[in-house]
């Protein structure tokens, strides 16, 4: 069965710091990755998504997230943190022939100004 | 933009009692979703449904729940005696027609309290 890890459960940065949000997904076969974005009090939004192609995907409001497939990797990262990023982000996997997402466990981020 | 609406926010109910979450999907989709995350733990899946059936569910989608287009805009997910582990945050997504690259669109979520 595959699972996803994401190793940070809480982020706390300064405004225009750097981002890197680890995952890691365990399934030997083809997968597809997703970042999902749930900002306070709103539904789930789709940050990005990988399925074939250039492992370096880029996102909406400035995020990019790579895949590295010898290390099962999708990391999420933005050069420069706002405020407005405060939110929680999740990574997601399907494989190939399923449509069922399967979550990570969160990252909180918070961003101070 | 079109977005994926839920009712109710919340739902307090009595174990076992029924319920029934409603979800409108985004209109030309044809593929929706059910997911729950019980709190403090991952979002999870529990079923898909496409073409009026049911395409795939998870081990946690037993005989209990079941799911429902009545409609043909209305997509519903009843539990039909609640448990108090049924106690979650229940979302509705749906997906157009493409592949399992598509966006799945999420709804904002009904708060399931079973006391």
């Known amino acids: 069965a595959q699972s996803v890890s994401q190793h940070n459960h809480h982020v706390i940065l300064s405004e225009a710091a750097s981002l890197e949000l680890g995952c890691n997904y365990s399934?030997?076969?083809?997968?597809?990755l997703f970042w999902y974005v749930q900002y306070p009090g709103q539904h789930l939004q789709l940050l990005l998504k990988?399925?074939?192609?250039?492992?370096l995907v880029k996102g909406i409001k400035g995020f990019e997230a790579e895949f590295i497939k010898s290390k099962f990797s999708f990391n999420l990262r933005k050069p420069s943190v706002q405020w407005s990023d405060t939110a929680e982000y999740f990574c997601?996997?399907?494989?190939?022939?399923?449509?069922?997402?399967?979550f990570g466990s969160g990252t909180r981020l918070q961003v101070q100004p | 933009e079109p977005e994926v609406t839920q009712t109710p926010s919340h739902q307090v109910t009595q174990m076992g009692q029924e319920v029934i979450l409603r979800c409108v999907p985004i209109?030309?989709?044809?593929?929706f979703y059910w997911y729950r995350q019980i709190l403090g733990q991952k979002v999870e899946f529990l079923v898909s449904?496409?073409?009026?059936?049911?395409?795939?569910k998870s081990e946690i989608f037993d005989d209990q729940f079941s799911v429902e287009r009545p409609d043909g805009s209305n997509f519903t997910l009843k539990i039909r005696s609640t448990k108090l582990e049924d106690s979650a945050m229940y979302f509705c997504?749906?997906?157009?027609?493409?592949?399992?690259?598509?966006?799945?669109?999420f709804g904002p979520g009904t708060r399931l309290t079973v006391l």
């Open positions: 997504a749906s997906q157009g027609l493409a592949g399992n690259t598509d966006t799945q669109y």
């Open positions: 990988y399925f074939s192609g250039d492992p």
């Open positions: 209109s030309n989709h044809l593929y």
């Open positions: 449904f496409y073409n009026n059936e049911i395409s795939e």
């Open positions: 399934y030997g076969g083809t997968v597809n």
């Open positions: 997601a996997v399907i494989s190939t022939g399923r449509r069922a997402l399967t």
